[in-house]
């Protein structure tokens, strides 16, 4: 898989575990963000980045890492096509994955450990979306973001 891999100044250290994590597991990375933890930056432009090569297909995936996370994801969020989860436990990317097909993991490095990182982004990896009431939820979160009418069904 190719995925785009962010971080804020925060989270440095976890972006360099995660991305040798990913190349061990035959993942090509694509390094945004910054790489010396000295070097304070705004997290805004780093979600638009990674969340518009993920919504334009340039990557299968995205990652951006901060310090709790949640900034970042609603940055993240606020790009049409990306569905940015915020997950700090195993059960979180795996409902995330599963029920809400996200395509960007965001993670905050002073919240999640270094080895919850790493088990959290192999749940977020290998579990597939089910599909069936769950896609008409994600229709509806694409019709919210477009101003459409909410498509009906699911339960």
């Not at 700090?88 to 993670?107: G, W």
Request: some cysteine; proline content about 5%.
């Amino acid at each position: 898989m190719h995925i785009a891999i962010a971080a804020d100044h925060n989270a440095v250290p976890m972006k360099s575990r995660l991305s040798a994590w990913l190349a061990e597991r035959g993942h090509e990375t694509e390094d945004h963000g910054v790489h010396d933890a000295t070097e304070t930056v705004d997290y805004p432009p780093l979600c638009a980045d990674i969340g518009s090569r993920v919504a334009a297909g340039a990557a299968d995936f995205g990652i951006i890492l901060g310090g709790s996370g949640c900034g970042e994801q609603i940055a993240a969020n606020k790009i049409r096509g990306v569905r940015a989860a915020l997950c700090h436990c195993v059960f979180t990317a795996e409902i995330a994955r599963a029920h809400n097909d996200a395509n960007v993991l965001v993670m905050g490095a002073k919240v999640v450990a270094p080895d919850l990182a790493e088990r959290i982004l192999a749940v977020w990896l290998a579990t597939p979306f089910k599909g069936g009431r769950h896609q008409v939820r994600v229709d509806q979160i694409s019709a919210l973001e477009s101003g459409d009418p909410l498509p009906q069904g699911g339960r």
